[in-house]
């Protein structure tokens, strides 16, 4: 077992619900943490809340995952992990799904993380960890959500081959998929509307699971029961 009591960690898509709280458990356990969200004034409140380094970058942009890693390295003096929660949702047939769409599903939730991971990997040492948000849609996908879950599916693939990967170097990845959460997420998709949906999942509870996995070397998934 490794504790997360000052361990050096950025958080990404640290504005979302899911985010904030990773970073509000990370702080109170003793972590030293910098955060990062696309919205600067988000990011900069949420970091005057924690006293801790603010970030704010579109991860899209490029070069941005590269410099967030930077940033964050320089101002914790170093990283000892990194996590990633950010995510955008879509709802519709792919009948209806617009090019546009399909691009800012597969950039937010795909190729961002993969940049980032691979930038990660540059500074996280032995021991280090990256933790991706991925969902229970890439093991399971969703009628109405097909672009959403293959987005998903590809994150979860990256970071399977990534684990094996990276085991030589002695980081660790842990990708999370967790259930169906009460974000607001789904009030807020960037097209469609959504499908009927089960009650969320409490985002503290999914936090605390979170940043326990972070804490467990052994972890290399996360148990949501």
């Not at 970091?47 to 942009?61: E, F, K, Q, T």
């Amino acid at each position: 077992m490794t504790a997360t009591k000052d361990m050096r960690v950025l958080v990404v898509g640290a504005t979302g619900a899911l985010g904030g709280e990773i970073a509000r458990e990370l702080a109170a356990r003793g972590s030293r943490v910098a955060v990062s969200g696309r919205s600067a004034e988000r990011t900069a409140s949420l970091a005057a809340d924690l006293g801790v380094p603010a970030i704010p970058a579109d991860l899209r942009s490029p070069g941005a995952p590269e410099w967030v890693v930077r940033e964050a390295a320089s101002h914790l003096g170093g990283l000892d992990a990194v996590v990633q929660c950010a995510g955008v949702v879509a709802y519709g047939p792919v009948h209806d799904l617009t090019d546009e769409t399909l691009v800012e599903l597969v950039e937010t939730n795909l190729l961002a993380p993969a940049r980032l991971a691979r930038a990660a990997l540059g500074e996280l040492g032995r021991g280090g960890t990256i933790v991706q948000v991925s969902a229970i849609v890439a093991d399971m996908p969703v009628a109405g959500m097909a672009a959403y879950s293959a987005s998903k599916a590809g994150l979860t693939a990256v970071d399977r081959a990534l684990a094996r990967e990276a085991r030589r170097d002695g980081v660790r990845v842990v990708d999370v998929r967790p259930p169906h959460l009460d974000t607001g997420l789904e009030t807020r998709p960037i097209a469609g509307e959504p499908p009927k949906l089960p009650p969320g999942r409490d985002v503290r509870e999914v936090a605390h699971l979170i940043v326990d996995a972070l804490g467990d070397e052994r972890a290399r998934e996360v148990d949501f029961g």
